[in-house]
């Protein structure tokens, strides 16, 4: 399931109004390096300064502590830099694609919930995708999500997204585009998919 309809609406935006951003990753299961939570949370620190006008002070007096970027920066650090970084835009919008291709193994799936969590909950709008597993629906069970039965038919899957985004409360404030591409998106890529979306910073009606 790809998830780059989703992100091409957004980018529009972003675009459109330099005062917010984007930042994306996309999970693998067959590439080491799209797999661990340092690197994804380095990725979206990167995203985001790529598209500030200038490199906070923060990350140049990280860079030099770090001996030039030769000593590794924890995984609380990077968050920490990365959750500073948000109140830069008046929005941050965050896609997660494929969460689900993070291994087990250890506590990496653990930690990266856990982060993924903290960074929604820091002012970013998250939209995460993924495979119907235990532990990642039961991560985000507070959150707004559409669940997809991979025994259903396309035409029943369709009815279902455009049902949900319409009438629960924190979907339906998205724009109709973003709605359309959502929906276009996981009706492609359906087979047991998740979408979880937290945007906290949205104020109510």
């Not at 590794?72 to 970084?85: E, G, M």
């Not at 559409?146 to 396309?154: A, P, T």
Request: glycine letters at 4%.
């Amino acid at each position: 399931m790809s998830s780059s309809k989703v992100i091409e609406s957004f980018k529009k935006i972003c675009n459109a109004e330099a005062t917010q951003a984007i930042a994306y990753f996309y999970f693998d299961f067959n590439d080491t390096g799209k797999q661990g939570v340092q690197n994804f949370v380095s990725s979206l620190i990167v995203q985001l300064c790529n598209q500030l006008p200038d490199l906070p002070h923060e990350l140049e007096d990280l860079h030099s502590k770090c001996r030039n970027g030769q000593q590794i920066i924890t995984l609380q650090k990077l968050t920490t830099i990365l959750k500073n970084l948000i109140p830069s835009f008046t929005n941050v919008y965050i896609i997660v694609d494929a969460i689900h291709e993070c291994p087990k193994s250890g506590d990496q799936r653990d930690e990266l919930l856990a982060v993924a969590l903290d960074i929604s909950r820091s002012g970013s709008q998250l939209l995460v995708t993924s495979r119907l597993e235990i532990d990642i629906a039961e991560a985000f069970k507070s959150e707004a999500n559409i669940s997809i039965d991979k025994m259903l038919v396309e035409a029943d899957i369709t009815l279902h997204v455009a049902n949900e985004l319409a009438t629960d409360v924190r979907l339906r404030k998205w724009s109709s585009d973003i709605k359309a591409d959502i929906e276009k998106t996981l009706v492609e890529g359906s087979n047991g998919m998740q979408a979880f979306i937290a945007h906290r910073n949205l104020t109510e009606d």
